[in-house]
Every structure is written in structure tokens, then in C-alpha cells.
């Protein structure tokens, strides 16, 4: 789920992002953009929420969206569960298709919901036992969200941030950030707390500096179609700054389509959008860059698949 908050909150993190512009009113193309030229070395879209998408008939039914990424140089995603239902879905997928690896959380929105209502403690329970198959390389996403929830639930969400981030060096899996608005809070944390051997910060939403914080931490960085953004300056400032063995990519799809078909819905046959403006921004030869992510994101997610 994106950093700039296009799902979750008080909508709930399943809730479509289709169905909260039907109810605000706003229209989008809904039309799936046409496949981009193929990579020359295949990559792994490293966060992408195929639940989403295989639930509305308008988008891709999981099947076609693995063998239409795959068509383009994109044959393997991890797939991210952050509810209850989103995380066991996530473990199914990921057992039932090789091409994909799970990862599965309570998202930053949904913990004071959960905490409010009493369920805290059992979803805990739950994800700790799904997050042991041997299948799931990931803890999260979890983290800080600042735009989304209000005073009230932020103690909830933190102690969840916490919980989380104990439960990731507990089974030594990979820990994946979700940060809005809430930078200096995740360093907090973090440092109180100690970073896994592991950690990705989601759909990066920082600036340089906030790019080196995280880098010296340990961090791998996860851009995503945000960086072709065209008010997204500071963002490829960031990704600029990087060193090539910490750069991953990401679709966060169905959200976060990256430029021209920004605002149509995404999935992970768009990545090479996304790596090409990259490169560009980077100064590197496509080919080079792509081989790096590839195994960057073998390193961060603990292995092959």
C-alpha cells in the first residue's frame, strides 16, 4: 500500500480504491494501459497487491497479470497481504504460484482499527502464524502513517510498528516500512528498537537526506511509479543519491501507475516504465541497473525463491 495513502485509513486497507471514487464521485480511465517494451534483464516487482486486482473483473485476474508481467521481463513478484484477509490470501498465491513470494502485516491504518475494536491481539496471533510458512520472505508492510490516522490511534499503530518489527527479527524475515508523513518517527523507532538485518522502505517517499538516514540504517530503498511523477524532484534526488546495490523496484499496484498512464490502474507489466525512467535519472545503462535490482532483491528478500 503506497506511501501517499491511495488506500487504507478509515476506508479500511482492502477497500478498493475504485469503490472510494464511486462514492466521492470522481471518474478515472479504467482502460489497462498497453505494454511497455520489454526489459533486457528481468526484474522483481518487489511489492504488489494482486488481491486487488484479481477481485475486480476490470483489472487482471492473477493468472494473466503474472504471464503479462513475465511477457515484458517482470516474471516474479512478491505479493503483500497487509489485513487478515489480504495475508491469507498472500500465503494461497504465494503456494500456489512459484513466481510469487508473500509477505503479510497488519497495515499501519488497520491497527487501530483492530485495536479499537478488541482484535488486536488475535490478528497479532494469526499473522505471527502466517508469517512462518516457509513461503512468506517479508514482514510487512508495516509502519507509520500519519496522513490516515489521526491522534488517537497513533499509539496503536506504533505498538503495532514495534510488534511487527519484533516479529521480523524473531523469524528473521524481511522487514518492509509503509512511511507517510512519518519519517522522523520510523528512525525513532527504528533506533529504539534496532533494525532487522533486513529492511525495505516501501514506495520510498523521501528526499535525500532523509535517503541517506535510511541508507546508513542499512535500508534498501523501493521506488516506485511515483519517481516519474512530474512533481517528484526531491524523490529522484533520493534515488540519485543511492548506491546501485541498495535501489529496488516496486509497482504497489494497482495504485501508483507510473507517467503516461498515471491514474489508470497499475500492475507489474508497467515496471519497465518505472526502471527506464530509473536509469535515466540514475545515469545508467538500463541493462546494468536491471541486473543490479535483480539481485538486490534476492539480498533483501532473504534469497531465491
Given at each position: 500500500?503506497?506511501?501517499?495513502?491511495?488506500r487504507?485509513?478509515?476506508?479500511g486497507?482492502?477497500?478498493?480504491?475504485?469503490?472510494?471514487?464511486?462514492?466521492?464521485?470522481?471518474?478515472?480511465n479504467?482502460e489497462?494501459?498497453?505494454?511497455?517494451?520489454?526489459?533486457?534483464?528481468?526484474v522483481v516487482?518487489?511489492?504488489c497487491?494482486?488481491?486487488?486486482?484479481?477481485?475486480?473483473g476490470?483489472?487482471?485476474?492473477?493468472?494473466?497479470?503474472?504471464a503479462?508481467?513475465a511477457?515484458?521481463?517482470?516474471?516474479r513478484?512478491?505479493q503483500?497481504g497487509?489485513d487478515?484477509?489480504?495475508?491469507?490470501?498472500?500465503?494461497?498465491?504465494?503456494?500456489?504460484?512459484?513466481?510469487?513470494?508473500?509477505?503479510?502485516?497488519?497495515?499501519?491504518n488497520e491497527?487501530?482499527?483492530?485495536?479499537?475494536?478488541?482484535?488486536l491481539?488475535?490478528?497479532?496471533?494469526?499473522?505471527?502464524?502466517?508469517?512462518q510458512?516457509?513461503?512468506?520472505?517479508a514482514?510487512?508492510?508495516?509502519?507509520?502513517?500519519?496522513f490516515?490516522?489521526g491522534?488517537?490511534?497513533?499509539?496503536?499503530?506504533?505498538?503495532?510498528?514495534?510488534?511487527?518489527?519484533?516479529?521480523?527479527?524473531?523469524?528473521?524475515?524481511?522487514l518492509?516500512?509503509?512511511?507517510?508523513?512519518?519519517?522522523e518517527?520510523?528512525?525513532?523507532?527504528?533506533?529504539?528498537?534496532?533494525?532487522?538485518?533486513?529492511?525495505?522502505?516501501?514506495?520510498?517517499s523521501?528526499?535525500?537526506?532523509?535517503?541517506?538516514?535510511?541508507?546508513?540504517?542499512?535500508?534498501?530503498?523501493?521506488?516506485?511509479?511515483t519517481v516519474?511523477f512530474?512533481?517528484?524532484?526531491?524523490?529522484r534526488?533520493?534515488?540519485?543519491?543511492?548506491?546501485?546495490?541498495?535501489?529496488?523496484v516496486?509497482?504497489?499496484?494497482?495504485?501508483?501507475t507510473?507517467v503516461?498512464?498515471?491514474?489508470?490502474?497499475n500492475a507489474?507489466?508497467?515496471?519497465?516504465?518505472?526502471?527506464r525512467t530509473?536509469?535515466?535519472?540514475r545515469g545508467?545503462?538500463?541493462?546494468?541497473?536491471?541486473?543490479?535490482?535483480d539481485?538486490?532483491?534476492?539480498?533483501?528478500?532473504?534469497?531465491?525463491?
Amino acid at each position: 500500500m503506497s506511501g501517499t495513502g491511495e488506500r487504507g485509513g478509515g476506508q479500511g486497507p482492502t477497500r478498493s480504491r475504485a469503490a472510494t471514487e464511486e462514492k466521492s464521485g470522481s471518474r478515472r480511465n479504467r482502460e489497462r494501459p498497453p505494454a511497455p517494451e520489454p526489459l533486457p534483464h528481468p526484474v522483481v516487482d518487489n511489492h504488489c497487491h494482486l488481491d486487488i486486482a484479481d477481485s475486480e473483473g476490470e483489472w487482471f485476474a492473477t493468472r494473466d497479470a503474472l504471464a503479462a508481467s513475465a511477457a515484458v521481463g517482470v516474471p516474479r513478484i512478491v505479493q503483500i497481504g497487509c489485513d487478515l484477509p489480504g495475508a491469507r490470501w498472500a500465503v494461497e498465491a504465494a503456494a500456489e504460484h512459484p513466481e510469487i513470494v508473500a509477505g503479510v502485516a497488519l497495515h499501519p491504518n488497520e491497527a487501530p482499527r483492530l485495536a479499537a475494536a478488541g482484535q488486536l491481539q488475535a490478528a497479532y496471533d494469526e499473522i505471527e502464524a502466517l508469517a512462518q510458512h516457509d513461503r512468506v520472505r517479508a514482514v510487512g508492510e508495516t509502519g507509520l502513517d500519519r496522513f490516515r490516522t489521526g491522534e488517537e490511534g497513533r499509539a496503536a499503530q506504533e505498538d503495532s510498528f514495534r510488534w511487527h518489527l519484533d516479529l521480523a527479527k524473531r523469524l528473521g524475515k524481511t522487514l518492509v516500512i509503509h512511511d507517510r508523513d512519518a519519517h522522523e518517527d520510523v528512525l525513532r523507532v527504528i533506533d529504539a528498537e534496532g533494525a532487522p538485518e533486513r529492511w525495505v522502505m516501501h514506495c520510498f517517499s523521501g528526499d535525500a537526506l532523509f535517503a541517506r538516514a535510511c541508507l546508513d540504517r542499512g535500508a534498501h530503498l523501493s521506488f516506485a511509479g511515483t519517481v516519474t511523477f512530474k512533481n517528484a524532484d526531491p524523490l529522484r534526488e533520493a534515488l540519485a543519491l543511492a548506491p546501485q546495490d541498495r535501489v529496488l523496484v516496486e509497482t504497489d499496484a494497482p495504485y501508483l501507475t507510473p507517467v503516461p498512464y498515471r491514474g489508470r490502474p497499475n500492475a507489474s507489466y508497467l515496471v519497465p516504465l518505472t526502471v527506464r525512467t530509473m536509469a535515466e535519472v540514475r545515469g545508467e545503462d538500463l541493462g546494468d541497473l536491471c541486473r543490479a535490482i535483480d539481485t538486490n532483491t534476492e539480498v533483501a528478500f532473504g534469497g531465491h525463491w
